[in-house]
């Protein structure tokens, strides 16, 4: 079975730009998690989406926003890029929601430099 | 609010030594408790994870990780370290429903350094 998939993995932007990140889950996968990666928060949850509803959110400004396709298949957006938005962005599938014991698997990121 | 410590945010070893990663959480009910795994350049990989099923759960590449309810921990060991070892480990807790969908709580972070 392929993994948790992330396009594209390096993306550069200047403020004020928005972005678009991919995250296609594995096979049969339906919950879908979003995670900021910096060095100074460390990882914070973003949201999750599960048969396209978006089930939970973290604690992070509109900006931040996301989506979940009919395949699963995931999108998250952010507008206005600040330069604190400079961050590694994970994306992290498991078979279902709801279920806190669930494994998260995560793809490899998606880089993202805030010029 | 549900939080994860981990003690020491570097640990260095020597190969074949022993490899102690000290992992506490704070909650009022049971948790389902993680440990991750982070190589350069790379997402997380599951090393092993407690559902309350066994104190003690073995997981890949040789750790295991011991829950003690009394002390809130969850630490991660290996009775000796190997070069490969060296990278990033993160704890991470869930709990069950409310607004837990999908929402792991990581700790800081401890990176692994492993000496010849």
């Known amino acids: 079975k392929a993994g948790v998939t992330q396009t594209p993995r390096y993306l550069i932007k200047t403020r004020g730009q928005q972005v678009t990140l991919s995250c296609s889950p594995i096979?049969?996968?339906?919950?879908v998690s979003w995670y900021q990666q910096t060095p100074g928060q460390g990882l914070q949850f973003l949201f999750e989406y599960f048969s396209e509803t978006q089930r939970n959110k973290g604690n992070f400004p509109g900006r931040f926003s996301g989506r979940q396709f009919s395949n699963s298949r995931s999108e998250m957006n952010v507008s206005t890029l600040e330069l604190g938005d400079s961050a590694l962005y994970l994306c992290a599938s498991s078979f279902t929601s709801g279920r806190s014991d669930n494994e998260q698997f995560f793809g490899p990121g998606t880089r993202l430099t805030v010029l | 609010a549900q939080s994860v410590t981990q003690l020491g945010s570097h640990v260095s070893v020597s190969e074949g030594a022993l490899v102690l990663l000290r992992c506490n959480y704070s909650s009022s009910v049971p948790p389902y408790l993680f440990w991750y795994v982070q190589y350069p350049n790379q997402g997380l990989q599951l090393l092993l994870k407690?559902?309350?099923?066994?104190?003690l759960v073995k997981g890949i590449n040789g750790f295991e990780a011991e829950f003690k309810k009394s002390e809130t921990s969850f630490h991660l060991t290996k009775p000796s370290a190997h070069m490969s070892d060296a990278a990033e480990y993160f704890c991470?807790?869930?709990?069950?429903?409310?607004?837990?969908?999908?929402?792991?709580?990581f700790g800081q972070g401890t990176i692994l350094t492993v000496h010849p």
């Open positions: 096979s049969g996968h339906r919950s």
């Open positions: 991470a807790v869930s709990y069950a429903g409310g607004t837990s969908y999908g929402k792991l709580t």
């Open positions: 407690y559902t309350s099923a066994a104190t």
